[in-house]
């Protein structure tokens, strides 16, 4: 097999072991990790060790990373960033993604986000959390962190024709405090939208979100 561009991100156990391993077996391996200390212990051990965040899309982009030919995504404890991290690999158009899932429930949802394959290292019983008895307007729920999930909420009247930014739900930590990952329209789905993508009647915004910022969401009417 030639020779293949592979991102890392995170360097913790499991991270740096699938790093250092394809480094030895002659891969060009760029680790990407917050921690400077395992930036530091990845020195001779991959190809360029690099310090920054992964779920900051202008990171990535500055890295190349869109060029690669595949990310493997080791983030262990925050499930955010890496289901953040398989999103925006996935929009970039990394040809394979996998991902590694803390639970069961993890795992599903890094599928439904776009990566390719789902890896357990850590034998987990991941209980399924899956709908709110709370919030009519939420189709769907996937708690995959403590009070964290993600959600398919129907689109409230009251936002049609308005831009993200406009019903304040545009970034990943705005109004809300909450990610749009994508808007289902139709057939169609839109990944990572704008914040001038309009809302349409019979939009379906994909969440990712804490789960009080439902409740916020629902007071004033935005969904």
Known sequence: MANQQIAIIGLGRFGSSVAYTLYQMGHDVLALEMDPVRVQEAMGQVTYPVQGDATQE?????LGIPNFDMAVVAIGSNVEASIMSTVLLKSMGVPHIVARAKTRLHGQTLERVGADVVVHPEQETGEHV???????????YMEVGPN????????SPQTVNQTLKEAGLAGARDKYGLAVLAIRRGRDVILLPSEDER???DDTLVLASKEEMLDKLHAEGVS
């Open 148 to 155: 964290f999930g993600i959600s398919k909420v129907k689109a």
């Open 58 to 62: 202008a990171v990535l982009k500055e």
């Open 130 to 140: 899956a709908r709110s008895l709370f919030h009519p307007e939420v189709q769907d």
């Open 199 to 201: 809302i349409q009647k």
